[in-house]
Structure formats: structure tokens, C-alpha cells
T-cell receptor
Framework: QKEVEQNSGPLSVPEGAIASLNCTYS??????FFWYRQYSGKSPELIMS????GDKEDGRFTAQLNKASQYVSLLIRDSQPSDSATYLC????????????FGGGTRLMVKP | NAGVMQNPRHLVRRRGQEARLRCSPM?????VYWYRQLPEEGLKFMVY????????ESGMPKERFSAEFPKEGPSILRIQQVVRGDSAAYFC??????????????FGAGSRLTVL
């Protein structure tokens, strides 16, 4: 069974700090990796996608992928209170449509 | 450019009634996915459909749940004889025609089902 694991948190960081969110996955054939942000009572919205090993930066967000370790992470620099949300890691095999398997999410709290 | 449209946003049903949730994908998207989210949990895949075809229904409960995506009109997730455990947020997502690793899912606002 394909699994995606995340620490449920809450992860609490002070405003301006770096928040580090981690995710591991079990299916070695996974090809595509995504981070979604979900505010309470709202729908998931895509923040980052990453497909190859290494780092990918977009503004304050950096996604890191290590396929050998089956590990993907999201770093949020200069964390803001508005970043407080649940962050969902999602994994796709790529050859099974675009169906995503989600982790349980990590709740991030950024304290002013 | 409308996104993924879901309705109703909120639905209340009594045990034993039927619930119908509708989803219209983004313009140009031909792939529809349904996910269920229980309170304080992640999203669980239910079913993946293309027009007139169910591609993967491995996440659908064997009984009471069905889904369709007709040639014309929205995709519909149908839950018969609802029970309290069906209370959840049901999210629909859509994507464009598959290109390996390139297409992402865009989610609708969700339909929140409450079973009394």
C-alpha cells in the first residue's frame, strides 16, 4: 500500500524564522511530488511541485527532494503568521493519471 | 476563468437519505478526482474519472457510493443511505489531459456533508 507520512504537528515557529516540513513516502516508483497548503475550512491550494532530485526555490518556499531516501521537504523562510495552515505533502506515480496520495498534513503555527 | 466548481457547498442529510455532490471541472480539464477528508485528517482518494469512464475507483467504499462523469454535465458523487460516518468534506479536483508528471490537480472549494 502506498503511504505518505508526515508529522501531524503542530509545528510552532516564531515569526521570521524558517519552518521546515518533512515528508516520507513508501512507493519507490513515485515520480511527482507536491506541497499543498490548506487553511482551516478551505480547500487545498498548490504551493510547490518538484519532479527531480535537489532543491527548487519559489519566493520564500524551497522544496527539496531526495528519491534515494524517499524524502521530500518544504522550507518556508521568513515565516509569517499568514503561513499558519496545514501543509499537505502529495505524491503521484505519474503513470497512474495524476492521482495523488496525500499525507495526513502538518499543522504549522507561526507566532507573532 | 472559473475554477473547479462544486455544489452544494454544505449539505445536511438524515441517516438513510441520499446525498448527491456535483463537480464541474476547470475549462479544458478532462480528468476528475474525488477525495474525502474527515475532520483533522488528510485527503483520501476515492475515484478518478474521465468523461464516461471510471479509471480508478480503488478508494471507493464497496457499498452505497458511486460516481459518474457523463458526456454532458458535471461529475456526480452519490452516497446512498447515508450514515453518520459519511460526514466529511468531499473535494473534487481536476486536471488537464495527462502528460507525465506535468499536470497538477486543482481543487474545488469542497462540499461539506453533515449526516444527522
Amino acid at each position: 500500500q502506498k503511504e505518505v507520512e508526515q508529522n501531524s504537528g503542530p509545528l510552532s515557529v516564531p515569526e521570521g524564522a524558517i519552518a521546515s516540513l518533512n515528508c516520507t513516502y513508501s512507493d519507490r516508483v513515485s515520480q511527482s511530488f507536491f506541497w499543498y497548503r490548506q487553511y482551516s475550512g478551505k480547500s487545498p491550494e498548490l504551493i510547490m511541485s518538484i519532479y527531480s532530485n535537489g532543491d527548487k526555490e519559489d519566493g520564500r518556499f524551497t522544496a527539496q527532494l531526495n528519491k534515494a531516501s524517499q524524502y521530500v521537504s518544504l522550507l518556508i523562510r521568513d515565516s509569517q503568521p499568514s503561513d499558519s495552515a496545514t501543509y499537505l505533502c502529495a505524491v503521484s506515480q505519474g503513470n497512474a493519471g495524476n492521482m495523488l496520495t496525500f499525507g495526513g498534513g502538518t499543522r504549522l503555527m507561526v507566532k507573532p | 476563468n472559473a475554477g473547479v466548481m462544486q455544489n452544494p457547498r454544505h449539505l445536511v442529510r438524515r441517516r438513510g437519505q441520499e446525498a448527491r455532490l456535483r463537480c464541474s471541472p476547470m475549462k479544458g480539464h478532462s480528468h476528475v478526482y474525488w477525495y474525502r477528508q474527515l475532520p483533522e485528517e488528510g485527503l483520501k482518494f476515492m475515484v478518478y474519472l474521465q468523461k464516461e469512464n471510471i479509471i480508478d475507483e480503488s478508494g471507493m467504499p464497496k457499498e452505497r457510493f458511486s460516481a459518474e462523469f457523463p458526456k454532458e454535465g458535471p461529475s456526480i458523487l452519490r452516497i446512498q443511505q447515508v450514515v453518520r460516518g459519511d460526514s466529511a468534506a468531499y473535494f473534487c479536483a481536476s486536471s488537464a489531459q495527462q502528460a507525465s508528471g506535468a499536470n497538477v490537480l486543482t481543487f474545488g472549494a469542497g462540499s461539506r456533508l453533515t449526516v444527522l
